[in-house]
C-alpha cells in the first residue's frame, strides 16, 4: 500500500532556482528516505532522515522532516540541468514486515537550462 | 559498495508466455532482496521479498512468483504472462539501509 505521497507530482524550474519537493506519509515511521530515479534507471539513495532528526543536509540537499505533521520536505539548491529526474520519498514503518520501505508515487522534477 | 546486475534491460512477450527475470549481487552477503513493479508514471510496489535463501514473502496477489536459489541470486517468474504484468521491474539489495537498486527490466507484453 502506498504510504509516502509527494507533492507535487511534477516541477518545473531554471537552471539556478532552488526546487523543494514534499512528502506526506500516514503511520509512525522509523526514517524516511529520498531516492531519485533518472528516467529508465534504477532508484538511487539520496539521504536518510531519522524520526528522531529534524533537518539533515547533503551538498546541494536540505531535508527536513515534521513528525508532528507526518511530512517531509526535500530542498535541491542552485538546481542543474542534471537534476532532473524524478524523486521519490520512502519510509520505514515501526513494525514493518521486515521493515520494508514504502516509496510513494514521486515527483518529476524537470530543470531547463 | 553494492552492486545489482539485472537482465534482460528490456523484453517483449506475448500474452500466456512464460517470465523469468534474473537478478544478482554483488559487494555484500545474505542481503535482504527485493522486487519493485513501477507502472508507468506511478510510485514502486512491492511484489516480494527474501531475508534468506529460500525465504520468499509476497506482498500482493498475482501472477508472479520469485525464488531465491542462491544467497546473491533473485529471480522472478510467471507462468503465463498477462497483459497486466506489463510494467518495469526493479531488483533491490539492502545489506545496510539504504536499498541499491538494479537498472531495471522493461517489461511489455503483447
Known amino acids: 500500500s502506498q504510504q509516502g505521497e509527494e507533492d507535487p507530482q511534477a516541477l518545473s524550474i531554471q537552471e539556478g532556482e532552488n526546487a523543494t519537493m514534499n512528502c506526506s506519509y500516514k503511520t509512525s515511521i522509523n526514517n524516511l528516505q529520498w531516492y531519485r530515479q533518472n528516467s529508465g534507471r534504477g532508484l538511487v539513495h539520496l539521504i536518510l532522515?531519522?524520526?528522531?532528526?529534524r533537518e539533515k543536509h547533503s551538498g546541494r540537499l536540505r531535508v527536513t522532516l515534521d513528525t508532528s505533521k507526518k511530512s517531509s520536505s526535500l530542498l535541491i539548491t542552485a538546481s542543474r540541468a542534471a537534476d532532473t529526474a524524478s524523486y521519490f520519498c520512502?519510509?520505514?514503518?515501526?513494525?514493518?514486515?521486515?521493515?520494508?520501505?514504502?516509496f510513494g508515487k514521486g515527483t518529476k522534477l524537470s530543470v531547463k537550462p | 559498495s553494492q552492486t545489482i546486475h539485472q537482465w534482460p534491460a528490456t523484453l517483449v512477450q506475448p500474452v500466456g508466455s512464460p517470465l523469468s527475470l534474473e537478478c544478482t549481487v554483488e559487494?555484500?552477503?545474505?542481503?535482504?532482496l527485493y522486487w519493485y513493479r513501477q507502472a508507468a508514471g506511478r510510485g514502486l510496489q512491492l511484489l516480494f521479498y527474501?531475508?534468506?535463501?529460500?525465504?520468499i514473502s509476497s506482498e500482493v496477489p498475482q501472477n508472479l512468483s520469485a525464488s531465491r536459489p542462491q544467497d546473491r541470486q533473485f529471480i522472478l517468474s510467471s507462468k503465463k504472462l498477462l497483459l497486466s504484468d506489463s510494467g518495469f521491474y526493479l531488483c533491490a539489495a539492502q545489506g545496510y539501509s539504504p536499498l541499491h537498486f538494479g537498472n531495471g527490466t522493461r517489461l511489455t507484453v503483447t
Open positions: 559487494g555484500t552477503s545474505n542481503p535482504n
Open positions: 520512502a519510509t520505514r514503518n515501526y513494525g514493518g514486515s521486515q521493515g520494508n520501505l514504502i
Open positions: 532522515i531519522r524520526s528522531n532528526e
Open positions: 527474501s531475508v534468506g535463501i529460500g525465504q
